[in-house]
């Protein structure tokens, strides 16, 4: 049975913002969305985690979305992170990457402030029910403070615009709960539990290591699709040293960025609070790099 956000199983990627000077640099955002748009990423997922969202203003973050949509032009699926830990702040950002043109919206659970699981539930109802745009759950209790229960999700999945969970709180025991008991599109928010969350019914991934190496993501994926079991875990085991020792040295995004920047494909450049990696971390990763054969 096809799930309720079919339209967007396969590979999302958690795109990064490019920064130069401390603004947004677009020339090199147009470099990376095209680099994905011809390796064969399904959607992007532009202002997330990995799109330092906490720390662009409001304006950058629209004009980001918007940059996004208008350089896709329907290529692609997009699909911003328009998350707030206030209901109204996350309405605003989400009408407007309706009008921009995204094709769905990826709502973090409110943060810092902890709401009850009827407060989850009142939060993303409105969202649903207030905006056209089909709605992603991004739960990732690690970094909001609280988890959203999946009886939670279970109610949230009758809603018609409730279409899909982003899954990063690392339980399987979660996961399965929620693809046994309801029809949304589970993606999987940790790039290391792709094939796991794949085995149980999971229909893709927002990664962070495809901003690096879609391809070989895609090919995992593909894998799974055909029924060659053998081929997507030869993938995950590739994949695996990768995820683990470049993306566990330090806080998203600045990995990921590091690595970029040593494939030329990125300044690096943070925002405070978020800092380089130290001389050591970055002798890590190069060798992690290297063993990938990316390097």
């Known amino acids: ?28 955002f147009k470099e990376q969305i095209e680099f994905q748009i011809a390796a064969g990423t399904n959607c992007l997922c532009p202002v997330g985690t990995t799109g330092e969202s906490p720390t662009l203003s409001h304006e950058e973050h629209e004009a980001v979305i918007a940059f996004v949509c ?52 009142e939060h993303f109802k409105c969202l649903a029910e207030e905006t ?17 229960e999946p009886e939670t ?23 399965s709960t929620v693809l046994g008991n309801t029809n949304l599109t589970v993606l999987s928010g940790d790039d290391s539990l792709t094939l796991p969350l794949l085995s149980v019914g999971g229909r893709g991934v927002i990664s962070v290591v495809a901003n690096i190496v879609p391809q070989d993501m895609l090919s995992l994926l593909a894998a799974f699709r055909q029924g060659d079991l053998a081929e997507a875990q030869r993938w995950h085991h590739k ?30 450049d943070l925002r405070l609070p978020m800092t380089p990696l130290s001389s050591a971390e970055e002798g890590s990763l190069r060798k992690t790099l290297t063993n990938y054969g990316l390097l």
Do not use: H, W
Request: aromatic share 6%; with cysteine.
């Open 70 to 121: 208008e350089t896709v032009a329907g290529r692609i699926k997009v699909m911003p992170g328009t998350g707030s830990n206030s209901t109204a702040e996350a309405l605003r950002l989400t009408r407007s990457a309706e009008k921009a043109g995204a094709d769905a919206a990826l709502q973090v659970a409110p943060y810092y402030n902890k709401p009850t699981q009827q407060g989850f539930y």
């Open 132 to 148: 056209g745009l089909p709605q992603c759950i991004y739960n990732i209790p690690g970094r909001t403070g609280k988890n959203i």
């Open 239 to 268: 994949l695996f040293p990768l995820c683990r020792d470049m993306l566990g040295l330090s806080t998203n995004p600045i990995p990921i960025k590091a690595a970029m920047k040593m494939l030329s494909r990125d300044t690096g």
């Open 153 to 175: 999700i279970i109610r949230l999945a009758e809603l018609e615009n409730i279409t899909m969970v982003k899954e990063a709180t690392g339980s399987m025991d979660q996961a």
């Open 1 to 28: 049975m096809a799930t309720k956000g079919e339209a967007f199983a396969g590979l999302s990627v958690a795109i990064v913002t490019p920064f130069k000077n401390d603004a947004v640099d677009y020339a090199r």
